[in-house]
Protein backbone atom coordinates (compact mmCIF):
# COMPACT_ATOMS: atom_id res chain seq x y z
CA UNK A 1 0.00 0.00 0.00
CA UNK A 2 1.15 3.21 -1.27
CA UNK A 3 0.89 6.04 1.50
CA UNK A 4 -0.68 9.20 0.63
CA UNK A 5 1.31 11.96 2.35
CA UNK A 6 -0.94 14.77 1.06
CA UNK A 7 -3.87 13.14 2.86
CA UNK A 8 -2.46 12.96 5.79
CA UNK A 9 -1.05 16.77 6.00
CA UNK A 10 -4.55 17.76 5.11
CA UNK A 11 -5.64 15.60 7.80
CA UNK A 12 -3.41 16.71 10.94
CA UNK A 13 -3.73 20.51 9.44
CA UNK A 14 -7.45 20.09 9.69
CA UNK A 15 -7.32 18.21 13.14
CA UNK A 16 -5.39 20.53 15.02
CA UNK A 17 -6.37 23.48 13.58
CA UNK A 18 -9.73 22.74 14.50
CA UNK A 19 -8.55 21.86 18.16
CA UNK A 20 -7.23 25.55 18.18
CA UNK A 21 -10.08 26.83 16.85
CA UNK A 22 -12.73 25.08 19.45
CA UNK A 23 -10.11 26.16 22.22
CA UNK A 24 -10.38 29.82 21.15
CA UNK A 25 -14.15 29.91 20.48
CA UNK A 26 -15.49 28.07 23.34
CA UNK A 27 -12.81 26.17 25.92
CA UNK A 28 -11.06 29.26 26.76
CA UNK A 29 -14.14 31.21 27.31
CA UNK A 30 -15.37 28.13 29.63
CA UNK A 31 -11.79 28.16 31.21
CA UNK A 32 -11.79 32.14 32.07
CA UNK A 33 -15.83 32.03 33.24
CA UNK A 34 -14.18 29.52 35.82
CA UNK A 35 -11.80 31.61 37.02
CA UNK A 36 -14.08 34.52 37.43
CA UNK A 37 -16.49 32.67 39.67
CA UNK A 38 -14.07 31.28 41.84
CA UNK A 39 -12.74 35.14 42.26
CA UNK A 40 -9.32 33.98 40.59
CA UNK A 41 -8.93 30.81 43.25
CA UNK A 42 -8.94 28.48 40.79
CA UNK A 43 -6.26 27.52 38.14
CA UNK A 44 -7.12 25.88 35.21
CA UNK A 45 -4.56 24.96 33.19
CA UNK A 46 -4.83 24.95 29.55
CA UNK A 47 -5.13 21.31 28.31
CA UNK A 48 -2.06 19.30 27.14
CA UNK A 49 -3.88 18.72 23.69
CA UNK A 50 -4.80 22.01 23.05
CA UNK A 51 -1.11 23.20 23.43
CA UNK A 52 0.16 20.47 21.18
CA UNK A 53 -2.51 21.35 18.62
CA UNK A 54 -1.39 25.29 19.02
CA UNK A 55 2.21 24.72 18.04
CA UNK A 56 2.15 21.93 15.61
CA UNK A 57 -0.70 23.35 13.02
CA UNK A 58 1.50 26.83 11.90
CA UNK A 59 4.14 23.59 11.15
CA UNK A 60 1.60 21.41 9.36
CA UNK A 61 -0.09 24.11 7.30
CA UNK A 62 2.84 26.04 6.10
CA UNK A 63 4.42 22.07 4.90
CA UNK A 64 1.20 21.32 3.16
CA UNK A 65 0.49 25.14 1.47
CA UNK A 66 5.14 24.37 0.51
CA UNK A 67 4.29 20.80 -0.35
CA UNK A 68 1.30 21.33 -2.37
CA UNK A 69 1.81 24.55 -4.87
CA UNK A 70 5.31 25.29 -4.42
CA UNK A 71 7.93 22.69 -4.15
CA UNK A 72 7.89 19.15 -3.48
CA UNK A 73 10.53 16.46 -3.09
CA UNK A 74 11.21 13.31 -4.80
CA UNK A 75 13.81 10.38 -4.55
CA UNK A 76 14.26 8.47 -7.82
CA UNK A 77 14.21 4.69 -7.11
CA UNK A 78 14.92 2.92 -10.54
CA UNK A 79 17.90 3.38 -13.49
CA UNK A 80 14.90 4.67 -16.56
CA UNK A 81 16.19 8.23 -16.22
CA UNK A 82 19.95 7.65 -16.39
CA UNK A 83 22.30 8.98 -16.96
CA UNK A 84 20.26 12.41 -15.92
CA UNK A 85 19.00 11.30 -12.97
CA UNK A 86 20.88 8.45 -10.82
CA UNK A 87 19.64 6.15 -8.51
CA UNK A 88 19.23 7.81 -4.93
CA UNK A 89 19.29 11.44 -6.63
CA UNK A 90 16.65 13.15 -4.08
CA UNK A 91 14.94 15.94 -6.36
CA UNK A 92 12.96 18.95 -6.06
CA UNK A 93 9.66 19.37 -7.76
CA UNK A 94 7.84 22.68 -9.06
CA UNK A 95 4.40 22.50 -8.60
CA UNK A 96 3.37 25.60 -9.95
CA UNK A 97 4.45 24.96 -13.54
CA UNK A 98 1.41 22.96 -14.85
CA UNK A 99 -1.27 24.49 -13.11
CA UNK A 100 -2.36 24.40 -8.75
CA UNK A 101 -4.16 21.31 -7.43
CA UNK A 102 -6.30 21.01 -4.42
CA UNK A 103 -4.22 18.96 -2.07
CA UNK A 104 -5.48 15.28 -1.74
CA UNK A 105 -8.32 15.65 -4.37
CA UNK A 106 -6.04 16.84 -6.87
CA UNK A 107 -8.54 19.00 -8.74
CA UNK A 108 -7.24 22.22 -10.11
CA UNK A 109 -8.14 25.78 -9.74
CA UNK A 110 -5.50 27.76 -11.69
CA UNK A 111 -3.82 26.68 -15.07
CA UNK A 112 -0.68 28.04 -14.94
CA UNK A 113 1.13 26.39 -18.03
CA UNK A 114 1.65 23.18 -20.25
CA UNK A 115 4.53 21.00 -20.62
CA UNK A 116 6.64 21.35 -23.63
CA UNK A 117 9.12 18.67 -25.30
CA UNK A 118 12.32 18.20 -23.29
CA UNK A 119 10.20 18.67 -19.89
CA UNK A 120 11.11 16.14 -16.97
CA UNK A 121 7.67 15.73 -15.35
CA UNK A 122 6.58 14.14 -12.43
CA UNK A 123 3.59 12.45 -12.76
CA UNK A 124 0.84 9.74 -11.29
CA UNK A 125 1.29 6.12 -13.29
CA UNK A 126 -2.07 6.39 -15.38
CA UNK A 127 -2.54 2.52 -14.38
CA UNK A 128 -1.88 3.25 -10.79
CA UNK A 129 -2.40 6.97 -9.97
CA UNK A 130 -1.31 6.35 -6.19
CA UNK A 131 2.41 5.67 -7.58
CA UNK A 132 4.33 8.64 -8.72
CA UNK A 133 6.73 8.41 -12.17
CA UNK A 134 9.39 10.79 -13.45
CA UNK A 135 9.76 11.22 -17.47
CA UNK A 136 10.98 13.57 -20.12
CA UNK A 137 7.84 14.56 -22.58
CA UNK A 138 8.94 13.60 -26.11
CA UNK A 139 5.52 14.28 -27.61
CA UNK A 140 3.01 17.16 -26.55
CA UNK A 141 -0.75 17.03 -27.85
CA UNK A 142 -1.34 16.12 -31.91
CA UNK A 143 2.50 15.39 -32.68
CA UNK A 144 3.38 12.15 -34.52
CA UNK A 145 5.77 10.37 -32.13
CA UNK A 146 7.82 7.06 -34.03
CA UNK A 147 10.18 4.74 -32.64
CA UNK A 148 12.14 2.47 -34.35
CA UNK A 149 15.78 0.85 -34.53
CA UNK A 150 16.66 3.72 -31.75
CA UNK A 151 16.08 6.45 -33.94
CA UNK A 152 13.80 9.19 -32.62
CA UNK A 153 10.83 10.97 -35.31
CA UNK A 154 8.57 13.58 -34.02
CA UNK A 155 6.10 15.24 -36.64
CA UNK A 156 8.62 13.11 -39.36
CA UNK A 157 11.71 14.58 -38.54
CA UNK A 158 14.50 12.66 -36.90
CA UNK A 159 15.46 13.96 -33.46
CA UNK A 160 19.60 14.79 -33.79
CA UNK A 161 22.17 12.41 -31.79
CA UNK A 162 25.29 12.87 -31.05
CA UNK A 163 27.60 9.93 -30.17
CA UNK A 164 29.36 10.74 -26.82
CA UNK A 165 31.38 7.54 -26.19
CA UNK A 166 31.03 4.76 -24.21
CA UNK A 167 29.33 5.31 -20.74
CA UNK A 168 31.04 4.46 -17.11
CA UNK A 169 28.33 4.96 -14.11
CA UNK A 170 29.18 4.70 -10.73
CA UNK A 171 27.09 3.06 -7.90
CA UNK A 172 23.76 1.26 -9.17
CA UNK A 173 24.38 2.84 -12.49
CA UNK A 174 27.27 0.29 -12.93
CA UNK A 175 25.29 -2.10 -14.77
CA UNK A 176 25.15 0.68 -17.55
CA UNK A 177 28.48 0.31 -18.14
CA UNK A 178 29.32 0.31 -22.12
CA UNK A 179 26.15 1.49 -23.20
CA UNK A 180 26.25 4.05 -25.75
CA UNK A 181 26.61 7.52 -24.28
CA UNK A 182 24.82 10.55 -26.74
CA UNK A 183 23.52 13.44 -26.89
CA UNK A 184 19.93 14.00 -28.76
CA UNK A 185 18.26 17.05 -29.18
CA UNK A 186 14.50 17.42 -28.74
CA UNK A 187 13.24 20.45 -30.79
CA UNK A 188 16.02 22.69 -29.52
CA UNK A 189 16.56 20.86 -25.96
CA UNK A 190 19.59 19.25 -25.95
CA UNK A 191 19.76 16.20 -23.11
CA UNK A 192 21.87 12.92 -22.40
CA UNK A 193 20.44 9.41 -23.44
CA UNK A 194 21.76 5.84 -23.02
CA UNK A 195 21.32 3.27 -25.95
CA UNK A 196 21.78 -0.49 -25.85
CA UNK A 197 21.85 -1.52 -29.81
CA UNK A 198 21.86 -4.81 -28.82
CA UNK A 199 18.24 -4.67 -27.02
CA UNK A 200 15.45 -4.95 -29.09
CA UNK A 201 12.58 -1.84 -29.40
CA UNK A 202 9.67 -2.61 -27.79
CA UNK A 203 6.83 -0.78 -29.16
CA UNK A 204 3.35 -1.29 -27.21
CA UNK A 205 -0.41 -1.57 -28.25
CA UNK A 206 -0.69 2.52 -28.25
CA UNK A 207 -0.30 3.21 -32.01
CA UNK A 208 -3.20 4.19 -34.03
CA UNK A 209 -0.88 3.47 -37.60
CA UNK A 210 1.46 0.63 -39.18
CA UNK A 211 2.80 1.37 -42.45
CA UNK A 212 3.95 -1.04 -44.95
CA UNK A 213 7.43 -0.68 -44.30
CA UNK A 214 6.79 -1.39 -40.79
CA UNK A 215 7.19 2.05 -39.18
CA UNK A 216 4.80 2.43 -36.09
CA UNK A 217 3.30 5.75 -35.83
CA UNK A 218 1.48 7.44 -32.58
CA UNK A 219 -0.24 10.59 -33.02
CA UNK A 220 -0.53 12.01 -29.41
CA UNK A 221 -4.22 12.47 -28.30
CA UNK A 222 -4.99 16.38 -27.32
CA UNK A 223 -5.10 16.73 -23.29
CA UNK A 224 -2.33 14.02 -23.36
CA UNK A 225 1.58 13.48 -23.26
CA UNK A 226 3.74 10.93 -24.79
CA UNK A 227 7.07 10.30 -21.77
CA UNK A 228 9.77 8.22 -22.36
CA UNK A 229 12.80 7.97 -19.49
CA UNK A 230 16.48 8.70 -20.82
CA UNK A 231 17.53 5.38 -20.26
CA UNK A 232 16.06 4.14 -23.96
CA UNK A 233 16.21 0.35 -23.27
CA UNK A 234 15.36 0.52 -19.81
CA UNK A 235 12.74 2.48 -19.09
CA UNK A 236 8.12 1.59 -18.29
CA UNK A 237 7.09 4.19 -20.67
CA UNK A 238 4.76 5.49 -22.50
CA UNK A 239 6.05 2.97 -25.27
CA UNK A 240 4.44 0.18 -23.42
CA UNK A 241 1.16 1.82 -21.13
CA UNK A 242 0.36 4.61 -23.16
CA UNK A 243 0.17 8.61 -22.65
CA UNK A 244 -0.15 10.42 -19.86
CA UNK A 245 -3.44 12.71 -19.02
CA UNK A 246 -2.94 16.48 -17.82
CA UNK A 247 -5.00 15.83 -15.48
CA UNK A 248 -1.90 13.09 -13.57
CA UNK A 249 0.47 15.60 -14.06
CA UNK A 250 2.43 16.83 -10.65
CA UNK A 251 5.17 19.00 -11.82
CA UNK A 252 8.39 19.87 -13.36
CA UNK A 253 11.57 18.46 -11.68
CA UNK A 254 14.09 20.99 -11.68
CA UNK A 255 16.84 20.69 -9.12
CA UNK A 256 19.02 17.85 -7.56
CA UNK A 257 19.05 19.04 -3.96
CA UNK A 258 20.47 15.56 -2.08
CA UNK A 259 22.37 12.16 -3.87
CA UNK A 260 22.71 9.34 -1.78
CA UNK A 261 22.87 5.66 -3.96
CA UNK A 262 22.14 3.19 -0.40
CA UNK A 263 24.86 0.47 -0.29
CA UNK A 264 27.20 3.00 -2.96
CA UNK A 265 28.21 6.09 -1.83
CA UNK A 266 26.67 9.85 -1.47
CA UNK A 267 27.31 11.85 -4.70
CA UNK A 268 28.50 15.39 -3.61
CA UNK A 269 29.14 16.67 -6.75
CA UNK A 270 25.38 16.42 -7.63
CA UNK A 271 24.00 18.36 -4.84
CA UNK A 272 22.58 21.69 -6.36
CA UNK A 273 22.54 20.02 -9.97
CA UNK A 274 19.91 21.56 -12.38
CA UNK A 275 17.68 19.05 -14.31
CA UNK A 276 17.97 19.66 -18.09
Given at each position: ??????????????L?????????????????N?????????????????????????????????R??????????????????????????????????????????Y?????????????????????N????????????V??????????????????????????S???????L??????????????????????????H???????????TV????Y?????N????????????????????????????????????????G????
Amino acid sequence: MNFDIALFLVILTFLTGGIWLLDVVFLSKARKNKIAESGGDVEIKEPIIVDYARSLFPVFFIVLVLRSFVFEPFRIPSQSMMPTLWVGDFILVNKFSYGLRLPAINTEFYDSGKPERGDVIVFRYPKQPSINYIKRVIGIPGDKVQYKNKVLRINGEIVPQKFLGRYIGQGSGESMNNALYQDENLTGTEHKILVRQEARDMIGQYHTNVSQNGNIDFTVPEGEYFVMGDNRDNSNDSRYWGTVPKDNLVGKAFMIWFSWDSGHAFFWNRIGNSID
